[in-house]
């Protein structure tokens, strides 16, 4: 019996090894490059500073918002293509091609809106290397297309190119940063690690898998365009909520507050990357053995997980943000504490999108239930701004929305979905 079991496990894991792989090796990207900022974080603070760390997370998240326009939700539509073709280098070279080409187009736009922004923005103005540098990791995302590796099955060459540079950076970081001054040497470290591994991928695409891609008419780019386009709306109302709350922390409360808000972000982080696969991994099963019961088991499961990981942030938040942070940090703990509130929601919707709203075909209201989250989070934040300028409640506004949309979602499941 124990013979017998033993080789249908192997029988699976040979089978689905490809998915497998794949698989781990996402997981440990996403894993790694939150490891990766910890790792640096005390050091980089304690040397940079808050107010100086501060300005770069602002940087960062404005520059974050240049990389969803350029990266248009291509990646999910273009790796299913290139999945499906996996064997055929015309397709590949042809996928590859269109992409391409419109993010270049794409990369133009964003250059444009950046360059009108300057004279508008006195941050800006005030730190133009520091921005431009930043600035700069828009073209990874046109030279390191993630979603080809993913479409082949390789993820692990992704893996290891991101693992290499990182390390690589560390001696840098430890060696060269000494004040707040040395800011854009952070920048700069940082935005080489990520433009030299999108040209080591490039190289890779290039020379050992033998594809060449080129410019292409605007008729066949548009083609991917059209077909990213749902993807890009949904990414584009999640970045700028996301997003919006750091760059309205950075304009009306200072960088200090910028770098409080990073600190307990990366510290709810960490759970949320341990359950980021979760409802991947359940929904093929609930989808081969689909029942009312079995939804509800899970659902109230992700709840019953979403309500521990408040509970093991109000515990042990404190700590986390004393050792990264320092005690000029402390701050951030009651930031992460109301942050956590996102860790239920973002569970709970999940689950009820993966499990009932998919299921049913009628999934533009994936991308309604995201646009109220954003108008409520920047309605919230707004009112919050009215009446006081405060970092809790501007974090409360990302808290206050995602509880909006498990009300929005429990209303469609029950009105439109239910028979």
């Not at 005030?126 to 540098?133: C, E």
């Not at 060696?175 to 990520?194: H, Q």
Request: hydrophobic share 55%; with cysteine; glycine share 6%.
């Amino acid at each position: 019996m124990r013979t017998f079991m033993w080789a249908k496990i192997r029988n699976i894991w040979q089978n689905n090894s490809k998915v497998a792989e794949n698989y781990v090796f996402m997981t440990i990207l996403q894993v790694l490059n939150v490891c990766f900022y910890i790792l640096i974080y005390p050091f980089v603070i304690r040397v940079l500073g808050a107010e100086s760390y501060g300005l770069y997370a602002y940087a960062a998240a404005l520059v974050m918002l240049f990389i969803t326009f350029v990266s248009f939700g291509f990646d999910l539509p273009a790796a299913k293509r290139i999945a499906e073709h996996a064997s055929d280098t015309g397709v590949k070279e042809q996928v590859l091609s269109e992409v391409t080409t419109a993010k270049i187009l794409l990369e133009g736009i964003a250059l444009v809106v950046f360059a009108v922004l300057f004279p508008v923005s006195a941050k800006m103005q005030a730190a133009p290397v520091l921005f431009s540098i930043v600035f700069v990791q828009t073209l990874s995302n046109i030279f390191f297309p993630q979603w080809y590796f993913q479409g082949i099955q390789r993820m692990r060459v992704v893996t290891y190119i991101q693992v290499c540079f990182r390390l690589l950076s560390l001696p840098f970081i430890f060696w060269l940063l000494r004040a707040p001054e040395d800011l854009w040497i952070f920048a700069l470290i940082l935005t080489l690690c990520s433009v030299l591994g999108s040209l080591v991928a490039w190289w890779i695409i290039r020379y050992r898998e033998g594809l060449h891609v080129r410019l292409v008419p605007l008729s066949d780019a548009w083609r991917s365009t059209r077909e990213a386009l749902p993807f890009f709306l949904s990414n584009a109302t999640s970045a700028l909520k996301e997003q919006g709350i750091v760059l309205l922390i950075g304009m009306f409360l200072g960088m200090t507050d910028v770098a409080i808000y990073d600190l307990a972000n990366k510290i709810i982080i960490i759970p949320r990357t341990i359950l980021s696969k979760l409802n991947d991994a359940i929904f093929p099963q609930m989808m081969a053995q689909p029942s009312a019961s079995g939804r509800r088991k899970v659902l109230l499961g992700e709840v019953a997980i979403g309500l521990a990981s408040i509970v093991l942030v109000a515990a042990f938040g404190y700590w986390a943000v004393l050792v990264l942070g320092g005690k000029a940090m402390l701050a951030s703990y009651p930031v992460s504490i109301i942050l956590s509130v996102t860790i239920l929601t973002w569970l709970v919707v999940g689950a009820m999108i993966y499990f009932y709203i998919i299921p049913s075909g009628q999934t533009y209201y994936i991308t309604l239930n995201q646009v109220i989250a954003m108008v409520s989070t920047f309605a919230f934040a707004g009112v919050s701004l009215y009446f006081t300028h405060s970092v809790y409640l501007l974090a409360a506004s990302l808290a206050i929305a995602g509880l909006i949309e498990i009300v929005f979602c429990s209303i469609v499941i029950r009105r439109k979905l239910q028979p």
